[in-house]
């Protein structure tokens, strides 16, 4: 069973062991020396990330532990164990005078979360974190340089060959900051807020066991005994705070399950309906939602899958259907406030990568002609552009068939109201463009079910749009955050984090059309 990258844990702990042996270093897995302070107090605040940032404020994540952070390969026995502290952040518009304190609430915890707010837009502010009066050290993550035609993992690769490739995508030497220690707020586009959508996609219901690339090497990262499992408590939350932070409609762009189960599909509409209501055409209401179908959910076969809907003659059964309505090459079609919204299938029966079947692709054809300048936001679950697919850890080939790709990105400079494609699959943050398409924002959004764990919102006003990532802040979600970043020998973070302008961006768009829907 595929999770997000083709390359095992199996292979990154080997890669690991044969860098460690040739005396390279990983940069960005291990911090610098504590600081006396921390050394002294015994309290270690670590991995302070600048999560979001708004017209109005920012938010910082940090975890308190009660020893600096493990050296690589990282293991999940090598955390250091969590220390339960108090929480604030100081900052203010003057690096030198820090004098505005924002506090964390809820008691003390190791996983903090706070969320500073009341500043201006267009500002730039300073900050710094604290947690048992040590100042919380940012996370730092590499630069990741992908070779030109793409990661290319050869079938059975030798310890030569994984050195080569990590040296390769660690050949900056670049160490970033997660969190600089200053931001600037977004300026929002001019006119009134008109509504906002929340954008979510990986949920993956029914998952045990995360940072997976196949279904047949244990250890991986999983819940601690008696609590509840992870893809579930980071669904309830993500819909749960979407909701409370002004989301009018949810769109879930795949991968709602884990295997399509049908057990899972149906928990997974159970957690999805804590939002409202499902809608699939239509007008859609405050506290609907629509969904799209991922690889995790396209059609299966085995035992396990064979009292459900039959796939032609292929011996595929697809479970889908009954839980969500939806079969196989179904092209959602749906609007709030005006604006157009299409969610595309780009499953396959076999395959984790996607595709657009001739059908589907003349129906959109045929929507977007109807009236091309309309504003139009499409979803689907694999990412479209090749800057996103040469970036992929997993290769080119994991991304949208490049054909159906290149025919998308076509149809699109056709189609001028169509301004923005979400996408999910690679579990990471971030937003690349296309040369053909060039009015368009292509934007993955991070898994919900694992670090950094949460959604978008896309606030849309009648000059523009804002996009935002937040991550879910429910305790048992900054907890399984925290323990999640840690996949793939702790270079998880500089995969899917993504830079605060892939999560936090303003962009100017006449949507002077649409109206409130509210």
């Known amino acids: 069973m595929h999770d997000c990258c083709d390359l095992s844990r199996r292979q990154l702990l080997r890669l690991g062991a044969v860098g460690a042996a040739a005396g390279v270093t990983l940069p960005g897995l291990t911090l610098a020396a ?32 009660s020893a600096p952070n493990p050296s690589i390969p990282y293991q999940p ?63 730092m993550v590499p630069q990741l340089t992908y070779p030109a035609g793409g990661v290319v993992i050869p079938p059975a690769p030798t310890d030569a060959q994984l050195l080569a490739i990590l040296a390769e995508l660690l050949s900056s030497g670049v160490v970033l900051s997660a969190a600089p220690g200053s931001v600037t707020t977004l300026v929002p586009p001019r006119g009134r807020h008109l509504f906002t959508l929340a954008l979510a996609n990986d ?26 499992p992870y893809p579930e408590l980071m669904t309830r939350a993500m819909t749960a705070e979407a909701a409370r932070l002004g989301a009018h409609a949810l769109l879930v762009a795949g991968d709602v399950s884990s295997a399509a ?8 509409r159970q957690l999805l309906d804590g939002f409202g209501t499902l809608r699939l055409d239509g007008r859609l209401a405050p506290g609907s939602y629509v969904v799209a179908r991922g690889n995790h959910d396209q059609p299966k076969t085995g035992a396990a899958y064979d009292g459900c809907a039959p796939v032609g003659a292929t011996g595929y059964f697809d479970c889908l259907p009954a839980v969500y309505d939806l079969p196989q090459g179904t092209l959602t079609h749906t609007e709030f406030g005006g604006l157009r919204l299409l969610g595309l299938d780009t499953s396959t029966l076999a ?30 679950h694999h990412p479209v552009t090749d800057a996103s697919a040469l970036s992929t850890i997993s290769g080119p080939s994991f991304d949208l068939d490049r054909a159906d790709a290149a025919r998308l990105e076509a149809l699109y400079a056709a189609t001028p109201g169509v301004f923005i494609h979400h996408s999910g699959h690679t579990h990471r943050n971030q937003r690349t463009a296309s ?43 900054r907890q399984w955050s925290q323990v ?14 993504g830079t605060t302008a892939d999560r936090n961006h303003a962009v100017t768009r006449d949507f002077s059309g649409l109206g409130p829907a509210f």
Not at 54 to 65: E, K, M, N, Q, S
Not at 205 to 225: D, N, R, Y
Request: hydrophobic share 35%; charged share 15%; glycine share 10%.
């Open 351 to 380: 395959l984790p990568s996607g595709a657009i079947s001739d059908a589907q692709f003349a129906e959109l054809t045929d929507l977007l002609a109807e009236d091309p300048h309309r504003p139009t936001l499409v979803f689907g």
């Open 484 to 497: 999640s970043s840690g996949e793939y020998l702790g270079l998880y973070p500089a995969y899917t984090l």
């Open 34 to 65: 504590p600081s006396a302070a921390a050394a002294s107090a015994g309290v270690y605040p670590q991995d302070l990330e600048l999560v979001t940032v708004t017209d109005d404020g920012f938010v910082l994540t940090w975890y308190t532990a």
């Open 203 to 228: 949920l993956h219901i029914g998952e045990t066991v995360s940072g997976l690339a196949t279904s047949t090497f244990p250890p991986g990262f999983s819940q601690a005994p008696g609590l509840p």
């Open 261 to 268: 189960l049908p057990t899972e599909l149906a928990e997974s």
């Open 77 to 139: 026995a090598q955390e250091p164990a969590p220390l339960a502290t108090d929480g604030y952040v100081r900052y203010g518009t003057d690096p030198a005078r820090l004098d505005r304190v924002a506090v964390e609430h809820g008691g003390e915890t190791a996983y903090h979360h706070v969320t500073v707010t009341g500043l201006e837009p267009g500002r730039t502010y300073y900050y710094a974190a604290y947690s048992g009066g040590v100042q919380a050290s940012a996370r």
């Open 435 to 477: 040369p053909v398409a060039t009015g368009v924002e292509f934007l993955e959004v991070a898994a919900t079910k694992e670090y950094p764990g949460g959604f978008a919102l896309l606030k849309v006003y009648e000059g523009g749009y804002t996009v935002n990532f937040h991550k879910s802040s429910t305790d048992l979600a």
